[in-house]
Nanobody, 120 residues
Framework: QVQLVESGGGLVQAGGSLRLSCAASGSIDSIGFMGWYRQAPGKQRELVAG???????NYADSVKGRFTISRENAKNSVYLQMNSLKPEDTAIYYC??????????????WGQGTQVTVSS
């Protein structure tokens, strides 16, 4: 059974910082793409940042220069450092990992979501 566990969300004032973490546990053969998505009330889920196994990254325009995604393959973990937070960054943030397991082959896995609230 593979699980993704997120941590690091919370309430912060505008201009502040938070660091999100996501670790996968279980019988994992390898991990491909890792990403962070977010969903604000009344809006569709959107990709915030993604990182390939080789370390290539991409970001939503709205977070470029403020957020940094990183990964630690040995720990099956992905991180999102969020600086200069704005009220419009308020959302539930979801971790996504594309995992290869002997039981289920390649497939997407999602974390449970962590709330990030930025006050003005």
């Amino acid at each position: 059974q593979v699980q993704l566990v997120e941590s690091g969300g919370g309430l912060v004032q505008a201009g502040g910082s938070l660091r999100l973490s996501c670790a996968a546990s279980g019988s994992i053969d390898s991990i491909g793409f890792m990403g962070w998505y977010r969903q604000a009330p009344g809006k569709q889920r959107e990709l915030v940042a993604g990182i390939t196994r080789s370390g290539n990254t991409n970001y939503a325009d709205s977070v470029k220069g403020r957020f940094t995604i990183s990964r630690e393959n040995a720990k099956n973990s992905v991180y999102l450092q969020m600086n200069s937070l704005k009220p419009e960054d308020t959302a539930i943030y979801y971790c996504n990992q594309f995992l290869y397991t002997s039981s289920f082959g390649p497939r997407d896995y999602w974390g449970q979501g962590t709330q990030v609230t930025v006050s003005s």
